[in-house]
C-alpha cells in the first residue's frame, strides 16, 4: 500500500515535471532528488539552496527539491540525474561507486580518521579529483555535505568484536564493496533500498543495519534494532550534484550563482548536522536505544585488510588515491 502511494506520489511528481517543462515561454523548474525527511539537515539546507538560487537570479531560476525519496531509490535517481531526467539531487557517495569507481575510494572503511580528516580531504585536491571523475559521468558536485559515521546497529545484541557479527543478516547500501565489508566480519550483507529497511528489519528479514545516528532516528529503525555499537567504520561525504548537460547550458555568471549558493547551503547543512547529530542521539537513548561503546575498533579494521586487497586489485589505478587520503593530516 505504503510502496503503491509512493508511486503515485513520484508518478505525479514526474508529470508536474513534464508539464512544467513543456509549457512554452515559462522556466522550466528544476527538479531535485532527496532521500531524507523534509525537517532532515540534508532537506533543510537543500530547501536554502533553492531559495539562494531563486532570489539571487531574481527568480529566473527555480528549483524545487522532493524529499523523502518520492521521486525513486537512489541507485535510479542518480542514474536520472546523470541522463538529464531529474536535474539535481543530494546524493551519498557510497551508492555513487557504483557509477563512478573513483568515489568508492572515500566508502572504503575507516579511510577517514574522523569526520575533520574527511572534510580537509573533500575540501581539498583530493575532492576535486573525485568531482573530475563523477562529471566525466554526467554528475557535476555542488558541495559536499555531511553524514556523520555509520555504525551497526541490530535487534539481537551488542556489537563489540567483528565476531559478534557472525551469522547475522545486515543489510547494506548498494555497492558491492559494503558487501564484502560485512562478509570480511563474519556477517551477510543485503543491499536494499533505504525505505525497506524498516519493515524488514521489523519482520526480520534483516537483523541489522548502519548508518549514522540521524538515520538512524529519522526511520525510526531504533524501535526495531535497539542495539547501537559505535563501530564508526564509514565516514562518507555527501554530494549536491546537477546533471551535467543542465551545467553546460548556463552562461558563467549562473554557473557561480549555483555553486555559490550549493556552497553555502553546505556550511548551513554541516551545522545542522553537528546538531541534530546530538539531538537524534539523545532521542533514540531516551527511548530505550541499548549503545555500547566499541574498545578496540583496531579488530575492525585489521578485518577489513581483505576488502582493501581486493578493491585495489579490481582498481590498481586508485592505489594513489587511497595513499594519499591516508597521508592526508
Ligand atoms: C543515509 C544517507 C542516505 C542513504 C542512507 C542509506 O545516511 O544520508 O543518502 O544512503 O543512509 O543507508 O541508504
Request: net charge neutral; charged share 25%; aromatic share 8%.
Amino acid at each position: 500500500m505504503r510502496k503503491l502511494a509512493i508511486l503515485g506520489l513520484a508518478a505525479a511528481a514526474l508529470t508536474a515535471g513534464m508539464v512544467l517543462a513543456s509549457a512554452p515561454g515559462q522556466a522550466k523548474e528544476w527538479r531535485g532528488w532527496n532521500i531524507h525527511v523534509p525537517d532532515y539537515p540534508v532537506s533543510k539546507a537543500m530547501d536554502a539552496f533553492t531559495d539562494m538560487l531563486a532570489k539571487r537570479s531574481d527568480g529566473r531560476i527555480t528549483a524545487k527539491t522532493y524529499h523523502s525519496g518520492v521521486l525513486g531509490t537512489q541507485p535510479d535517481a542518480i542514474e536520472q540525474v546523470r541522463l538529464g531526467g531529474i536535474d539535481f539531487g543530494e546524493f551519498n557517495l557510497g551508492p555513487m561507486g557504483q557509477v563512478v569507481p573513483t568515489a568508492d575510494v572515500v566508502s572504503l572503511p575507516f579511510i577517514f580518521k574522523n569526520m575533520d580528516h574527511m572534510h580537509r580531504v573533500m575540501d581539498g585536491p583530493i575532492g576535486d579529483e573525485i568531482s573530475a571523475a563523477m562529471a566525466e559521468k554526467g554528475l557535476v558536485a555542488l558541495a559536499w555535505y555531511d553524514s556523520g559515521a555509520r555504525s551497526f546497529y541490530n535487534s539481537k545484541h551488542p556489537i563489540y568484536t567483528p565476531a559478534d557479527l557472525k551469522g547475522m543478516k545486515i543489510r547494506v547500501m548498494n555497492n558491492d564493496l559494503f558487501v564484502g565489508m560485512v562478509e570480511a566480519m563474519g556477517g551477510n550483507a543485503t543491499p536494499m533500498a533505504f525505505s525497506e529497511v524498516f519493515q524488514s528489519l521489523k519482520t526480520g528479514v534483516v537483523d541489522g543495519a548502519e548508518n549514522n545516528w540521524p538515520s538512524y532516528e529519522s526511520t525510526n529503525h531504533f524501535e526495531v534494532a535497539k542495539y547501537y555499537s559505535d563501530t564508526e567504520h564509514l565516514i562518507i561525504p555527501e554530494c549536491v550534484c546537477i546533471n551535467k548537460g543542465l551545467w553546460d547550458s548556463l552562461s558563467p555568471a549562473d554557473q557561480k550563482l549555483v555553486k555559490d549558493a550549493a556552497r553555502e547551503s553546505a556550511v548551513l547543512q554541516r551545522k545542522l548536522w553537528a546538531e541534530r547529530a546530538e539531538d537524534s542521539r539523545k532521542k533514540v537513548e531516551a527511548a530505550g536505544v541499548k549503545f555500547n561503546k566499541v574498545k578496540d575498533k583496531a579488530m575492525f579494521q585489521a578485518a577489513m585488510q581483505p576488502v582493501y586487497d581486493a578493491f585495489l586489485k579490481q582498481h590498481p589505478d586508485l592505489k594513489k588515491l587511497v595513499e594519499e587520503i591516508k597521508a592526508t593530516d
